[in-house]
């Protein structure tokens, strides 16, 4: 059974720069959608970006567009997410998720497979 573990979050002053890992265990990562969401305190669970299982091809919301990069390193099973310019409004737990399958890729009710977050929290 695939597990995922998040890590990397901290606490970072603004314009400041993270790298968050996902790592899995159990199954091959590379056989999955992976997707980075992010949630806030009263606030929706928020795609933010995704890697396909195929072809390796990115999506990202607009929000972090230019901003955040997503990778994946299969020979350590794991899937990183680089945050750059970090802004105030970028604090949040941010989740990885898998799934076999997406249409949308950044919908949070396509994953099944979940970890259980690292915190992020951007301020001065």
């Known amino acids: 059974q695939l597990q995922l573990v998040e890590s990397g979050g901290g606490l970072v002053q603004p314009g400041g720069s993270l790298r968050l890992s996902c790592a899995a265990s159990?199954?091959?990562?590379?056989?999955?959608?992976v997707g980075w969401f992010r949630q806030a305190p009263g606030k929706e669970r928020e795609g933010i970006s995704c890697?396909?299982?195929?072809?390796?091809?990115?999506l990202y919301a607009d929000s972090v567009k230019g901003r955040f990069t997503i990778s994946r390193d299969n020979a350590k099973n794991t899937v990183y997410l680089q945050l750059n310019s970090l802004k105030p409004e970028d604090t949040g737990t941010y989740y990885c998720?898998?799934?076999?399958?997406?249409?949308?890729?950044?919908?949070?009710?396509?994953?099944?497979?979940w970890g259980r977050g690292t915190q992020v929290t951007i301020s001065s």
């Open positions: 998720a898998a799934s076999d399958w997406v249409e949308d890729g950044l919908g949070w009710r396509e994953y099944e497979r």
């Open positions: 890697i396909m299982s195929s072809d390796d091809r990115t």
């Open positions: 159990g199954r091959t990562l590379s056989y999955y959608v």
